[in-house]
């Protein structure tokens, strides 16, 4: 009986563990969508909130990784388990640094607000868009241990790459035709690369979820559709 109660406590215990993994992901879902409305609605109070929220990000990549520490330390886990725990901690730090890069777009969209809009922002939603899937989906991955979902991932990074390589040609047209464009076009292309860098971050999440999950690293050989 004493076993059976202990095995159950693990089990919660790890299941605290994804759910707090999940709450993370959500607020870093808001956070992608909020930075890119804040950008498009020329919203800075939104901008301003974005930045606060970041505060709540880190405050949950501490909790996480206590918690994970404090299961690694006490219940001495092996095999799959050992792979979750492990793979968790890294995780939230790549959840983190996307908050962390959300944080940077509404910075720089306050900044933009100030300024006459250089041109519409259509293709800077749709990489927001992409990214934002591909946390989710990531983050899904993890917690199902869904390796074919984790392979989606990564190989829609590609997406978000080609939209991030064809904004940069469009402001490299801006910035030669019109010198006084170079500010607002350098900004946005910031903003372009953080997008970009969440992807990577998504994609990181993706590819740990194989290793979870087969035991195989897949990292800089991710096959083409």
Do not use: W
């Not at 004493?2 to 956070?31: A, T």
């Not at 919203?43 to 929220?53: G, H």
């Not at 505060?55 to 404090?70: M, S, T, Y």
């Not at 953080?194 to 990181?204: F, K, M, P, S, V």
């Amino acid at each position: 009986m004493e076993r059976e109660h202990i095995v159950k406590q693990y089990d919660l215990e790890l299941n605290e563990i994804r759910q707090k993994l999940l709450e993370m992901g959500g607020k870093v879902e808001v956070m992608i969508t909020n930075s890119m409305k804040s950008l498009v609605e020329r919203d800075s109070a939104l901008a301003a909130e974005t930045i606060a929220f970041d505060h709540q990000i880190n405050h949950l990549e501490v909790e996480i990784d206590e918690k994970c520490l404090q299961v690694l330390a006490t219940r001495q886990p092996a095999a799959r388990d050992l792979r979750f725990l492990t793979l968790a901690l890294k995780i939230v730090t790549d959840l983190e640094r996307i908050g962390d890069q959300c944080a940077a777009i509404a910075k720089r969209a306050m900044e933009l607000n100030r300024e006459p809009p250089l041109k519409p922002y259509i293709d800077l939603p749709r990489m927001a868009q992409a990214a934002g899937v591909m946390v989710k989906e990531a983050l899904d991955a993890f917690v199902r241990g869904d390796d074919a979902m984790a392979l989606k991932v990564c190989r829609d990074d590609q997406f978000v790459d080609d939209l991030n390589e064809q904004i940069q040609r469009e402001l490299l047209s801006f910035m030669i035709e019109d010198p006084e464009t170079i500010s607002r076009a350098i900004k946005i292309n910031y903003i372009s690369k953080c997008l970009e860098r969440i992807a990577d971050h998504a994609t990181n999440v993706a590819e740990m979820v194989i290793f979870m999950v087969k035991g195989k690293d897949i990292r800089h050989t991710i096959p083409a559709q």
